[in-house]
């Protein structure tokens, strides 16, 4: 199994700043797609931004699209997500994810669909205060 560990969350004032890692030292960095998903206590996971790490193409959603960038540093096997200008409603547990082993996914075609998504870190939490 590919194992992730994302890190990094805390709480910030809102319009404030945080980076959030995901070691993914188990993904295949030739082939692999690694996204960043939240939760909210009664709502469905849902994406945020995910990476295809060779060809180093994203997906950013509308929600958080200019705030949030995804990145990737092979050498550290770990991909980041840098959250500028936090508002309230991004509060949420962050957790990151990698595709099925040996699919190839397009981020830019498909968006981050959580369906594709099958070997899932622990969450690090976001809070965000106004």
């Known amino acids: 199994d590919v194992q992730l560990q994302a890190s990094g969350g805390g709480l910030v004032q809102a319009g404030g700043s945080l980076r959030l890692s995901c070691d993914a030292s188990g993904v295949d960095w030739y082939t692999g797609t690694v996204g960043w998903f939240r939760q909210v206590p009664g709502k469905d996971r849902e994406g945020v931004s995910c990476i295809n790490i060779s060809e180093q193409t994203t997906h950013v959603e509308d929600s958080v699209k200019g705030r949030f960038t995804i990145s990737s540093d092979s050498a550290k096997s770990t991909v980041y997500l840098q959250m500028n200008n936090l508002k309230p409603e991004d509060t949420a547990v962050y957790y990151c994810?990698?595709?099925?082993?040996?699919?190839?996914?397009?981020?830019?075609?498909?968006?981050?669909?959580?369906?594709?998504?099958?070997?899932w870190g622990r969450g690090t939490l976001v809070t965000v205060s106004s």
């Open positions: 994810a990698s595709v099925m082993r040996g699919l190839y996914y397009d981020p830019i075609a498909y968006g981050c669909q959580r369906e594709a998504f099958d070997s």
